[in-house]
């Protein structure tokens, strides 16, 4: 009798075979980059299904990697892309916030005059592709949004989470955060 591997066993998978790869224009690995939003979202005490979205947000970067033939580019509609494969598993308090990150960047550079200078040179790029600034009808719209606010505070910590060399916790402290989550969705546990 074979048993299903379990989501949390199946991203830990795609961060150790793919998450070393440097982060499109970043001077830190797709992993590093995973683990420094995930730990910022946990110092500000983000409930835990928050922490496990910064933890994810970029997972379609990875699965774009594992496409045929890869994309290693980078994928402007990544949010989709991870977010469609999150709900397999995880509850839209983790799936939503990823699903919506791209939708915060285009709505912060809207609102914010100053901050697309925040942004790095690759996700300038891929603001345009990604819809670019959101009309005043588009950000009521993702302002009404169920999980706005928790995808502005991800969006956040994605922009600070690009720091060489930081030490933070590993993938192995966040697996007990993922599996209460999915165990909470199964009723398992």
Same mark, same amino acid.
């Given at each position: ?32 980059? =995973?683990? !420094? ?10 409930? /835990?299904?928050?922490? +496990? @979205?910064? *933890? ?65 040179? =690759?996700? !300038? ?10 009309? /005043?009808?588009?950000? +009521? @719209?993702? *302002? ?46």
């Amino acid at each position: 009798m074979t048993h299903p591997i379990s989501p949390v066993d199946e991203v830990l998978d795609l961060f150790g075979r793919l998450g070393s790869a440097l982060f499109l224009d970043q001077p830190v690995s797709q992993t590093e980059h =995973a683990l !420094q939003t995930a730990w910022l979202a946990e110092q500000a005490c983000a409930p /835990p299904a928050l922490v +496990a @979205a910064a *933890l994810l947000h970029d997972l379609g970067h990875l699965l774009a990697a594992t496409a045929e033939p890869p994309n290693t580019g980078g994928d402007p509609d990544h949010a989709r892309t991870g977010a469609a494969w999150l709900a397999g598993g995880f509850p839209p308090s983790v799936v939503e916030p990823v699903r919506l990150h791209v939708e915060a960047k285009r709505y912060l550079c809207t609102v914010e005059p100053g901050y697309p200078a925040h942004l790095t040179s =690759a996700s !300038q790029l891929s603001l345009t592709p990604q819809g670019g600034l959101m009309t /005043p009808t588009e950000a +009521a @719209a993702f *302002l009404a949004t169920a999980y706005a606010a928790d995808a502005l505070m991800l969006r956040r910590w994605d922009e600070m989470a690009r720091v060489p060399s930081l030490a933070t916790p590993s993938l192995a402290h966040f697996r007990p955060c993922l599996e209460a989550i999915i165990n909470s969705q199964t009723g398992a546990g």
